[in-house]
């Protein structure tokens, strides 16, 4: 008699959550029941705080919603955005587990030229433990995938790579646009599908998209903070790229590595382009000061931890964008509060403790 066939532990089960900011029932998770049902959810609901999220049958999770927040984090939940997906990142800051999938719930499983369904945590995964290579551009890509290497010319001293902090996915079907680029482009679609991780250089930025993103939250996690966004901010939209933009100087400055490319979701439907650009026509504005900002932005010797990378970039926010509007003023002092709320959560203590607690 054939021996039962033993389906193999999913790669780091018990060493990553999965972060979901929502408003509406979890229904899309039915599509992703094959890849992440092994896995525990956080999922930090928007809005009402009285409305009943349902989840899928046989899902391990645990919600927060805005009372939950304000009894765990006291006064120091005014960091925490409201009616806004920013509010994600609460949920990275109670996580006791080392690394973090985020996905936003119009993000659908999508299919490779084949037409084989694509496991996007698993590919997050390989790239998360597989070393970044931002001091110096290798043209075959990933030289650590299988089939390429490092190209003649790259140097030996270089080869062995850094820890990668963040990857980033993209998106087949509705491209991440901002509003004008909506509007006058309604109906394009993302068909292409490139069969690429690539290493963002050092001293290279980049948009960073929330809604397919993985990350070691031991290594970069208290600069994963999504800013002040949504009801009684000024501006919308920009949450993960604020995170990106500060993690992208603060992983430089340590020395390690973002990805970006593989793997693809299936981004299901474009939220209103004119709502979009009420949110964003501040931020349109604003990043032609902010990116030079960050372009430009140098971290002491003395910043040997994430967070006080975070609290020295905080200052110069509030230094060099201050004067732009008071908006960056009150973002600068959240940015504080952030790091005072993580590190309440999690004490450098080496004790492991459950979930929102401190």
Not at 40 to 46: E, F, G, M, S, Y
Not at 219 to 235: E, K, S, T, V
């Amino acid at each position: 008699m054939a021996a039962a066939s033993v389906s193999p532990t999913p790669l780091l089960k018990d060493e990553l959550d999965i972060v979901i900011p929502t408003i509406r029932n979890l229904d899309f998770l039915e599509m992703w029941r094959p890849f992440l049902q092994p896995y525990h959810l956080i999922i930090v609901q928007d809005g009402d705080p009285n409305k009943e999220i349902k989840v899928p049958e046989g899902f391990d999770y645990e919600l927060y919603n805005r009372n939950d927040i304000n009894k765990i984090l006291g006064p120091k939940a005014s960091c925490i955005s409201f009616k806004d997906s920013a509010c994600r990142c609460f949920g990275y800051m109670v996580s006791k587990k080392k690394y973090i999938f985020t996905i936003d719930d119009d993000c659908f499983v999508a299919k490779d030229p084949s037409g084989k369904e694509i496991d996007a945590l698993a590919q997050h995964i390989k790239n998360l433990l597989c070393p970044s290579t931002p001091f110096f551009f290798n043209t075959l890509y990933e030289p650590y995938r299988e089939g390429a290497d490092f190209v003649r010319g790259y140097p030996f001293s270089l080869r062995e790579g850094v820890p990668t902090a963040v990857s980033h996915g993209l998106w087949l079907n509705i491209p991440d646009y901002d509003a004008p680029t909506q509007l006058v482009k309604p109906l394009e679609r993302n068909k292409r599908y490139v069969d690429a991780v690539l290493t963002i250089p050092k001293g290279t930025l980049f948009p960073m998209c929330g809604m397919n993103l993985a990350f070691d939250r031991e290594l970069i996690g208290p600069a994963m903070y999504f800013g002040l966004m949504g009801d009684g901010q000024p501006i919308g939209r920009y949450d993960d790229m604020w995170a990106g933009w500060c993690t992208k100087v603060i992983c430089d400055h340590m020395g390690w590595g973002i990805k970006t490319g593989l793997p693809y979701i299936w981004h299901s439907k474009a939220s209103n382009p004119f709502v979009n650009l009420k949110k964003e026509y501040k931020g349109i504005y604003w990043q032609e000061e902010i990116i030079p900002f960050f372009q430009t932005a140098t971290l002491s010797k003395e910043c040997d931890t994430v967070q006080k990378c975070y609290i020295e970039l905080s200052k110069q926010v509030k230094d060099k964008l201050g004067n732009i509007d008071p908006y960056f003023t009150k973002l600068a002092e959240a940015m504080v509060t952030w790091i005072e709320a993580w590190d309440e959560l999690n004490p450098s203590t080496g004790t492991k403790l459950p979930n929102g607690t401190a």
